[in-house]
């Protein structure tokens, strides 16, 4: 499987700021994810980043809050813009295999004060 | 709506104890069921299952999938201290489109 990084591992915000994620993968690949897990919940789908075009966002994140960028096949950013408490969570970037397994980067803890 | 529930919830045991880890799920367009460990921030690939009644084994980890009576279970033989995590399936609904549930928190004690 594909090894994923990713950068900052963890950074503590002050609200209104804006961070940005950086995720790269050691190999192409054609399907790549943004994931939030927020404390004590499940991971929900943030939207898939798309190569060379706009972001497919899921209900209830919008490209505003959430811009994505995905230059190539191998690296994608993820921004949480104009951050609140609420935005305090574990974001994760995920490759998607040709037989549709899932594998997940080392994930970026954020915390927004 | 789609729906998976995890349980238990939690569970703590000691070493050496077998466990068995429940998933039961509703979703539309189903097509394969994952299962992860979580320590600590990333999710780690265990298992994907596809068929019924086809075990997937790893060492002392196996699961199995049911998709008459929608469920799959996690089974751990001879559990360590280093099982300690959080366990996640995750049926999908569609191509990549993965439905987590919220985990059975697992801890061994020595």
């Known amino acids: 499987s594909a090894v994923i990084s990713q950068k900052p591992s963890r950074d503590i915000c002050q609200r209104g700021t804006s961070l940005t994620i950086q995720c790269q993968v050691d190999?192409?690949?054609?399907?790549m994810f943004w994931y939030r897990q927020q404390p004590g919940q499940s991971l929900t789908l943030i939207a898939t980043?798309?190569?060379?075009?706009?972001?497919?966002?899921e209900s209830g994140f919008v490209i505003d809050k959430f811009p994505i960028s995905r230059p190539n096949l191998t690296f994608s950013t993820l921004t949480v813009s104009n951050m609140s408490p609420e935005d305090s969570s574990i974001y994760l970037c995920?490759?998607?295999?040709?037989?549709?397994?899932?594998?997940f980067g080392s994930g970026t803890q954020l915390s927004v004060l | 709506e789609d729906k998976v529930v995890q349980s238990p919830l939690s569970l703590v045991v000691h070493e050496g104890d077998t466990v068995t880890l429940n998933c039961s799920y509703e979703?539309?367009?189903?097509?394969?069921l994952l299962w992860y460990k979580q320590e600590k921030k990333a999710p780690t690939f265990l298992f994907m299952l596809?068929?019924?009644?086809i075990e997937k084994k790893s060492g002392r980890l196996s699961s199995i999938l049911d998709k008459k009576e929608l469920f799959s279970i996690l089974n751990i033989t001879a559990t360590q201290t280093g099982d300690s995590a959080v366990y996640l399936c995750?049926?999908?609904?569609?191509?990549?489109?993965?439905?987590f549930g919220t985990g059975t928190r697992l801890k061994v004690l020595a």
């Open positions: 995920s490759v998607g295999t040709d037989n549709e397994k899932l594998f």
């Open positions: 190999s192409q690949v054609t399907m």
């Open positions: 980043a798309n190569q060379g075009s706009e972001a497919t966002y």
């Open positions: 979703v539309t367009n189903f097509r394969s």
């Open positions: 596809t068929s019924s009644g």
């Open positions: 995750a049926p999908t609904s569609g191509t990549y489109k993965y439905i």
